[in-house]
């Protein structure tokens, strides 16, 4: 299959998934053609069937905002028409699900016929979607997609809540390659952040407002106070300068180490201990599940789509958004019992083998090939 590939290039999970699939349907030989207006962050391997279409916003005077949509679809329709694209897949619908459209309906005008598929991530629908300004053309787009995928139940029931959807939406999960987790690390590499064998806490987001960072350094502070503990910070973003001025006030700076925004955050998550994710909402949680895959129980909140990935008292524990009375015990709780700990552990690993990417590729292949079916049967 020739398929074409629509992200966002940004630190972000669903610039994450859509680069992680186009990469393993690359490895079984599908052609995927990425675009996008700069290299998503992970797109970083060589492999003959990968293709990556860059596109530029001119800035002009009169433009107060670049017309990325537009520039977008005239790229879709370009690869389309010159690399024969079976399929379009669309992350995040603002705004790709209405460009998809736009190009589609461009190539009809040519007599080509192009299926496109819209994957929901999260705040495309339960945070930015939620503006009304967008609602009419949020729900024309997916109405119009010739397939909805939304990354847990949880998201697929608010955006059934949110807009009139007629349309199926089908849940395919976020996924790891569990084969990437399994190379061997250098633990060495623990002492150098834990030199007193502390245990290390890691957080791992793009540091938005809704992701709670603060939340993550109030857990610590009081963790910290029970056990020694060291907290990795990997990201960067918007909140940054705030959690700066708590890790003063609380006095913890020195004890918490800022990676920035690591493209692979394997190495660093095989040495963790214990995994927050204190998120006010998360429609499914790819840093928790990256974390599983490397063994770390998660402390999360229970909002969302988190509860279908980490199971509590099994995986972690879950809490009601902005406890951290009750995560921060949860954590001193696991961490001060070995065994405990070590049962969790092997638990997260277990419950991170259902989300393996053999078992969800199937799902979205299975998508594409019912799409192009349908066109067969058209022409
Ligand atoms: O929240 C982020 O880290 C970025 C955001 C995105 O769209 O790039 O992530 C969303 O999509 C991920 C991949 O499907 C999900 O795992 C995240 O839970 C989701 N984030 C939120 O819902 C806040």
Redesign the pocket.
């Known amino acids: 299959m020739n398929i074409g590939m629509v992200c966002?290039p940004?630190?972000?999970?669903?610039?994450?998934?859509a680069t992680e699939l186009g990469i393993a349907l690359a490895k079984k030989g599908h052609k995927v053609h990425f675009m996008s207006y700069s290299q998503p962050f992970r797109l970083n391997i060589f492999n003959e069937n990968l293709f990556y279409h860059e596109f530029s916003v001119n800035d002009y005077p009169l433009f107060e905002y670049q017309p990325y949509e537009s520039v977008l679809a005239s790229k879709i329709v370009d690869v389309a028409m010159y690399e024969q694209l079976d399929i379009l897949h669309v992350?995040?619908a603002i705004p790709h699900a209405s460009v998809a459209y736009m190009a589609q309906q461009i190539l009809k005008s040519k007599k080509i016929n192009l299926p496109y598929v819209t994957?929901l991530?999260?705040?495309?629908i339960?945070?930015v979607g939620r503006d009304p300004a967008f609602e009419p053309v949020i729900r024309f787009s997916l109405n119009h997609s010739n397939a909805i995928t939304s990354?847990?139940e949880s998201?697929k029931m608010d955006t059934l809540k949110t807009f009139k959807i007629d349309n199926k939406i089908t849940v395919v999960p976020?996924f790891i390659n569990l084969k990437d987790y399994e190379a061997p690390r250098d633990h060495c590499i623990k002492s150098k952040y834990a030199p007193n064998g502390e245990k290390l806490l890691i957080h791992i987001?793009?540091f938005?407002k809704?992701?709670r960072v603060e939340d993550v350094l109030l857990i610590f502070d009081k963790v910290r106070k029970q056990i020694p503990a060291k907290l990795i910070l990997v990201g960067d973003g918007p909140e940054r300068p705030a959690i700066e001025a708590l890790c003063r006030q609380l006095n913890t700076c020195n004890e918490i180490i800022n990676l920035g925004k690591i493209t692979d955050p394997k190495e660093i998550l095989s040495i963790g201990d214990l995994f927050l994710l204190p998120?006010?909402?998360?429609?499914?949680?790819?840093?928790a599940?990256e974390a599983m895959a490397m063994k770390i129980p998660v402390i999360s909140t229970n909002s969302?789509?988190?509860p279908e990935v980490n199971i509590h008292g099994k995986t972690g524990f879950l809490s009601d958004v902005g406890n951290v009375e009750e995560m921060s015990a949860n954590a001193i709780r696991l961490l001060s019992d070995e065994k405990l700990l070590a049962e969790f552990k092997h638990n997260a690993f277990e419950q991170a083998r259902k989300f393996d990417v053999n078992i969800v590729l199937p799902q979205y292949e299975k998508i594409y090939n019912q799409l192009m079916q349908k066109q067969a049967q058209l022409v």
Do not use: I, P
């Not at 940004?10 to 998934?17: A, D, I, L, Q, R």
């Not at 991530?121 to 495309?124: A, E, K």
């Open positions: 966002f940004t630190y972000g999970g669903s610039g994450v998934v992350h995040y994957t991530h999260g705040t495309d339960t945070l990354v847990s998201l976020n987001s793009n938005r809704v992701k998120s006010e909402t998360e429609s499914f949680g790819l840093a599940l969302g789509g988190l």
